[in-house]
T-cell receptor
């Protein structure tokens, strides 16, 4: 089972350009999340989706947008990248009906904005 | 505000025992999680505590005291592969996860 797949693994992007980070899961989990991880800080939630067709803003949503057209896919778009968006981005999913609410993470996408 | 505190870095010896502490102040409580993250990799789930007490899972145990806003992760019989960051996270009253910055554990031979 693949679990969660993210693409690309890493990317260097010029400031002002747009970029979409892709995330696909094959576990049929209803909830999906995008986090960013920066040195010295905890994971910070950017956007989430509790079920296909719905999305919500997390702690740091500015400059990012998401869509959830179906259960499996949850792309994250940076419309006009800025250097402060340089980070490692993790997509995650969970079965919200499960007792523990365990998150399953993708391998991450390292984005550098110059 | 909501806050999760854990030490930035700890060092321990192979074969020994180490305890990683986590204290939290959150708006409500719906469970505490520990995740392991090796350098350059994704976090992976270790444990979940929602009631007070100790949960044991092999060499790893996790303890929770809700009245004290405190948890610890206990790692026994340390192995070199346990060198990683350990992330503490609390689910608040809105079922959102609040994450600590992680504790980098260095294991020395």
């Amino acid at each position: 089972t693949a679990g969660i797949t993210q693409a690309p693994t890493s990317q260097i992007l010029a400031a002002g350009r747009s970029m979409t980070l892709r995330c696909t899961q094959d576990m049929r989990h209803n909830a999906m999340y995008w986090y960013r991880q920066d040195l010295g800080l905890g994971l910070r939630l950017i956007h989430y989706s509790n079920t296909a067709g719905t999305t919500g803003k997390g702690e740091v949503p500015d400059g990012y947008s998401v869509s959830r057209a179906n259960t499996d896919d949850f792309p994250l778009t940076l419309a006009s990248a800025v250097p402060s968006q340089t980070s490692v981005y993790f997509c995650a999913s969970s079965d919200s009906t499960a007792n523990t609410g365990e998150l399953f993470f993708g391998e991450g996408s390292r984005l550098t904005v110059l | 505000g909501q806050n999760i505190d854990q030490p930035t870095e700890m060092t321990a010896t192979e074969g020994a025992i180490v305890q990683i502490n986590c204290t939290y102040q959150t708006s409500g409580f719906n469970g505490l999680f520990w995740y392991q993250q090796h350098a350059g990799e994704a976090p992976t789930f270790l444990s979940y505590n929602v009631l007070d007490g100790l949960e044991e899972k092999g060499r790893f145990s996790s303890f929770l005291s809700r009245s004290k806003g405190y948890s610890y992760l206990l790692l026994k019989e340390l192995q070199m592969k346990d060198s990683a960051s350990y992330l503490c996270a609390v689910m608040d009253s809105n079922y959102q996860l609040i994450w600590g910055a992680g504790t980098k554990l260095i294991i020395k031979p």
